[in-house]
């Protein structure tokens, strides 16, 4: 199954911006603020970011395939 580059492009800055600033975010206020959870909150977003991740990977790495060409 392939997904469009506007989808992989989208799926690739949460996977690189977006999840980590959060993560980042969340566990700088989480102490200072009293926020709940948050040993748990920023351990299931670095596990989701990771799962992308990987799975973009694969999916550049079958597109590459398909199409013959190689990304650096």
């Known amino acids: 199954m392939l997904i469009s580059n506007k989808t992989y492009d989208i799926l690739k800055w949460i996977a690189q911006i977006l999840l980590p600033a959060f993560g980042t975010l969340y566990a700088a206020l989480a102490p200072m603020w009293g926020l709940p959870y948050g040993d748990q909150v920023v351990g ?11 799975l973009l990977g694969i999916s550049s790495k079958k597109y590459n395939a398909a199409t013959g ?3 650096n």
Do not use: K, N, R, Y
């Open 69 to 71: 060409s190689e990304e």
């Open 44 to 54: 299931t977003i670095l596990a989701v970011d990771t799962f992308l991740g990987a």
